[in-house]
């Protein structure tokens, strides 16, 4: 598994994606709370091991009803494990979804659509549709509303963005930005930059309604809003662009929101269709 919600495309898999959600949205309801050991209160007779595990995050054994948690990752990568494995065993309870994707799939694609399920199923427990409500009311879709899912959720930055852009409406680009070295990123930055350091995008992810995306590894100018959240760690939001990798410089009104080391930031598109400014 990797601790991202995955975001592909509406594809075969768009019901049981959907199905899945629901499932793990009603199981989290049920929950007295979404700490580790409340999780686990909706599986009767399940228990839960934390181990050295080496290359695996976790695992769930159906026959002996445990869920076994690599005890030597961080710990939002063990609680983002702990809601996949779940999913693992909600999914195995429906009968219905099973035979629907055996019906699908088989053989590696089979396990792979699992796995994409569980991560669906792990978000939908981590991230309730209500919390992620609630921010978009209150903070708009921001860096900030982002921040705050982030915090609140106790997610990856990657899963909160990918959850916060499913669900926002508006033609909005979120992207968490951080200080690369140079020699670690994909070659490229021909901007006759001093070698070393550079501020980046790290990950990004668009909501249905913005029909562009923002390539891991782009390079933020020195003087845009980003930039200067990060120097002067002050929320910033105002009228600026996106800057692609290719040189263009798209309008947008971005929102900022530094935390120590990185970035956290929306762009919100214009809606009224611009002239092109090539
Ligand atoms: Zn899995």
């Not at 947008?252 to 530094?258: G, H, N, R």
Request: proline letters at 9%.
């Amino acid at each position: 598994m990797t601790d991202a919600a995955s975001h592909d495309p509406p594809g075969p898999l768009a019901p049981a994606r959907a199905r899945m959600h629901e499932l793990a949205a009603r199981y989290a309801q049920t929950l007295p709370g979404l700490d580790t050991h409340s999780l686990m209160a909706g599986l009767d007779g399940v228990t839960l091991n934390f181990m050295p595990m080496g290359e695996r995050d976790g695992a769930y054994d159906p026959e002996h009803r445990v869920i076994l948690i690599n005890s030597q990752v961080r710990p939002e990568r063990q609680r983002f494990t702990l809601a996949h494995e779940i999913s693992h065993a909600l999914l195995l309870q429906d009968d219905d979804l099973l035979s629907d994707l055996h019906d699908l799939f088989e053989g590696e694609r089979l396990e792979g659509a699992i796995e994409t399920l569980c991560n669906v199923g792990a978000a939908a427990i981590l991230m309730p549709d209500a919390l992620i409500t609630e921010l978009l009311a209150r903070f708009g879709p921001s860096g900030r509303a982002l921040a705050e899912l982030i915090r609140r959720a106790e997610v990856s930055a990657s899963t909160a963005l990918y959850a916060l852009a499913g669900r926002t409406e508006a033609p909005v680009i979120y992207a968490v930005c951080a200080v690369t070295r140079l020699d670690e990123e994909t070659p490229g930055d021909d901007e006759g930059r001093p070698a070393g350091r550079a501020l980046t995008v790290r990950v990004s992810g668009a909501a249905p309604g913005a029909k562009y995306s923002l390539r891991p590894g782009t390079p933020i100018p020195e003087n845009h809003p980003v930039a200067v959240a990060l120097d002067t760690q002050i929320p910033l939001a105002q009228a600026s662009y996106i800057p692609f990798r290719s040189g263009r410089r798209m309008p947008a009104y971005v929102d900022a929101f530094p935390e120590r080391r990185r970035v956290l930031v929306s762009f919100a598109l214009q809606t009224r269709p611009a002239k092109d400014p090539a």
